[in-house]
């Protein structure tokens, strides 16, 4: 049996939600947007996981939009908030995904709109003193964008201050969830929040597909110009099995948010425990006492063994990270514990844990991983 760090890249997808995908592929072909029984069908169960979704969320059904995943999610937050709302000024961090940091470069390529980077502590949280300075010396319409968990070190941001930062300054606010959706209780009506982004596959959901929710006060323009789907929003046919997944495993998330979480933070502070115990030259990176119970970002000092040290441990049957999931396949180092460590040479792995994980796999990993530093 292989050991499965490696949670934060993605999930396994739940039985009762692969049942319920399984369903719908084989008992509804209908084409959501046909006026006819298969039809009307189809849309139904698109409209029945949207609530799911808001319900999950507290916000009303309009504003929920089903996307390909987070990283398109996070793509039209950004674009369209320039393209369509006016905004002249983002305000983000050098610690953010891939797809928000890619996003901001054709923004910043294409001059429509000035793009900040916010300061960054010694522990890799964002300096939220810096970010009122920045936005009280601008007049311009201004985007903040910081995603709630980190998916590198799991650093934690205060939905609730950052959110009230942003109100006070007139700031809009998109908050990158893919990481924390399904795991921390996220209420859209108590938090002032204009963006934010979920991806199924991070809750043990399918693969692409996600959503976005856009707050009703803000209208923009069609992402994908096509059909009316999505109330206009993103023309194409709509994953139909993809989206009654996500909204089952979002939805079974919360209903056993206790449950998961205290079984996973117990397994991940027993490994924190564990390797600090038996290997005290281990660092952790980013403040694991603020950060996502799910992930621990370790650090081991360089040794030319420890140089195959994920591919060791995939070689002894566990799974886990460099850092993020790399598309190339090819692990570059992670741009978030380099930000954080530029000079270091130590090897870092990052584990991340789901609620099916034990304290005894923990004893393995931290068993095998002597032979491989
Ligand atoms: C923080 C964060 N944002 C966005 C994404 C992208 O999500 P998706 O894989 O659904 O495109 C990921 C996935 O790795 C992520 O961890």
Redesign the pocket.
């Known amino acids: 049996m292989r050991i499965f760090l490696d949670n ?3 999930t396994p997808l739940d039985p009762d939600v692969l049942s319920a995908m399984t369903d719908v592929m084989a008992n509804n072909y209908g084409n959501p947007s046909s006026i006819h029984a298969e039809g009307r069908k189809a849309r139904s169960l698109i409209e029945s996981a949207r609530k799911t979704v808001a319900t999950a969320l507290n916000c009303s059904i309009g504003e929920i939009f089903f996307t ?5 999610a ?1 793509n039209m937050a950004l674009k369209n908030a320039v393209r369509d709302l006016g905004v002249r000024r983002i305000i983000s961090s050098p610690l ?2 891939h ?2 940091l890619h996003s901001l470069d054709s923004i910043r390529e294409a001059g429509t709109a000035q793009v900040e980077m916010v300061k960054i502590d010694a522990r890799g949280h964002v300096d939220l003193e810096d970010l009122k300075q920045r936005l009280a010396q601008s007049e311009a319409k201004t985007l903040v964008s910081l ?1 709630h ?3 590198e070190i799991g650093n934690l941001l205060s939905l609730e201050d950052v959110s009230k930062i942003c109100a006070d300054a007139g700031a809009m606010f998109h908050c ?1 969830t ?2 924390t959706m399904g795991f921390y209780p996220i209420d859209l009506n108590a938090t002032r929040i204009n963006f934010l ?1 979920g ?4 809750f043990h959901g399918p ?2 597909v ?1 959503f976005i929710y856009i707050n009703s006060d803000n209208i923009i323009k069609p992402y994908l110009d096509g059909g009316a789907q999505e109330r206009n929003m993103r023309g194409g046919t709509e994953n139909i099995y993809g989206i009654v997944g996500l909204a089952a495993a979002l939805e079974k998330s919360y209903a056993n948010l206790a449950e998961r979480s205290a079984t996973i933070r117990d397994v991940r502070d027993y490994l924190k425990h564990e390797l600090a115990a038996k290997y005290p030259d281990v660092k952790f990176n980013g403040d694991p006492d603020r950060s996502h119970y799910k992930l621990l970002s370790t650090s081991f000092p360089y040794s030319d063994k420890g140089t195959m040290l994920l591919m060791n441990l995939d070689l002894a049957g566990i799974s886990a990270s460099g850092g ?2 790399c598309s190339s396949g090819i692990d570059v180092g992670s741009h978030v514990v380099g930000h954080l460590n530029p000079d270091s040479q130590r090897h870092t792995v990052r584990f991340s844990l789901n609620h099916h994980n034990t304290r005894a796999e923990v004893d393995t990993v931290v068993r095998k991983l002597a032979e491989m530093r």
């Open positions: 934060a890249a993605t390909s995943g987070g990283t398109e996070n953010e995904h797809c928000v995603m968990a980190n998916n990158d893919v990481q982004s991806s199924a596959h991070k693969k692409g996600g993020s999931a």
